[in-house]
């Protein structure tokens, strides 16, 4: 099993700013993905976070928006950028191997006044 | 792609009844896998399906995988509060390598 802690759980921003999001994996991990999930609702994939290389992001997310790193196979961050309120959900990070259980940090609750 | 869909959305119980939440695929699926997200907290893994009609169980869970590989089930009997809670499904990715989750099941246990 893996541990993953994530920060900040929660903050609050003004529009336009930005939030850098981090997950540590207490262990090697071979994916690392990005969710937001509205409360009530289902997860929503943001991007897999590839080690060493860029993001690959699913329809409606890009990199200028959600800058993605990932610098080893333990460690990774979100950035959302030039915040609006519509940005204002939670953030998720997941990490696992391939076709195995995902692991979950305690997510990122994000409000945009 | 490959849709897996969950039902019923919500699901009110009172403490003791049973709770059933089924996801069901078009296409066939190598697994499938149940998570449990707590009201505030994030999905927690609770199993793994992979054979053809396969059953396992934990407690008061039990949670099946059909024939067809198709569909799959969770069952709780004699629901407990602490059951409460939103329990997703999550087939293999369509692409690349992350989960597909089902829209999940919200269980409200009322004592």
Redesign the interface.
Known sequence: SAVISQKPSRDICQRGTSLTIQCQVDSQVTMMFWYRQQPGQSLTLIATANQGSEATYESGFVIDKFPISRPNLTFSTLTVSNMSPEDSSIYLCSGGQVNTEAFFGQGTRLTVV | GQQVMQIPQYQHVQEGEDFTTYCNSSTTL??I?W?KQRPG?????LI?LVKSGEVKKQKRLTFQFGEAKKNSSLHITATQTTDVGTY?C?G?PNS????N????T?LLVTP
């Open positions: 190598s697994n896998q998570y907290g994030h999905p927690v893994f793994q997703f999550a293999p690349g390598y992350a989960l989750f089902g829209k999940g919200s």
